[in-house]
């Protein structure tokens, strides 16, 4: 699986307070300018024009600055079993891009943190990132199935744990 950085380091109100008035952010995924900072809300301008009052709850869940886009743009494809595929862009953390082919419900969207319940939701639904299944290995008493041996007792008393 391949590493994303995340916005672990925007925790605080006091790096909120610090946005500066006329920096260039992203909240929900679009390009937003700071018209006013009180330290509690942000009043954002988008580029046509629109103006909306986003509090700091609201910036730490769907919003993130510029500095902490180090992370590159990654794509994911999801493959479900009929060969459809799901991409998703991610960049900074954050999806940015969700092109969907399949016809399923994708419950995740543009301006999400990227996080592993994607992986489950991948798992639960038979769908493959990257080619590779996203689901963990079976296991007995905490072993891995496949470290255990033909004809061993623990074969016999869960023979489910081992049907594919």
């Not at 994708?106 to 990132?129: D, H, L, M, V």
Request: charge should be neutral; hydrophobic fraction near 30%.
């Amino acid at each position: 699986m391949k590493h994303i950085a995340l916005f672990e380091n925007f925790t605080s109100l006091n790096d909120f307070q610090n946005i500066e008035v006329g920096q260039q952010l992203k909240y929900l995924g679009t390009s937003y300018e700071v018209l006013s900072n009180d330290g509690f809300i942000l009043e954002l301008k988008d580029e046509d024009g629109e103006v909306i009052e986003v509090n700091y709850n609201m910036f730490k869940n769907k919003g993130y600055l510029p500095k902490y886009e180090a992370a590159g743009e990654i794509t994911f494809k999801f493959t479900a079993r009929n060969g459809r595929d799901i991409l998703v862009t991610v960049q900074g953390g954050r999806i940015t891009n969700v092109d969907n082919k399949t016809g399923i419900r994708f419950p995740f969207s543009e301006g999400q943190t990227y996080n592993r319940s994607i992986e489950t939701w991948a798992c639960n639904n038979n769908f493959k990132i990257d080619g590779k299944d996203p689901c963990p290995d079976k296991k007995v008493f905490g072993i891995k199935t496949k470290d255990i041996p033909q004809g061993h007792e623990l074969r016999m008393l869960f023979p489910s744990k081992f049907r594919k």
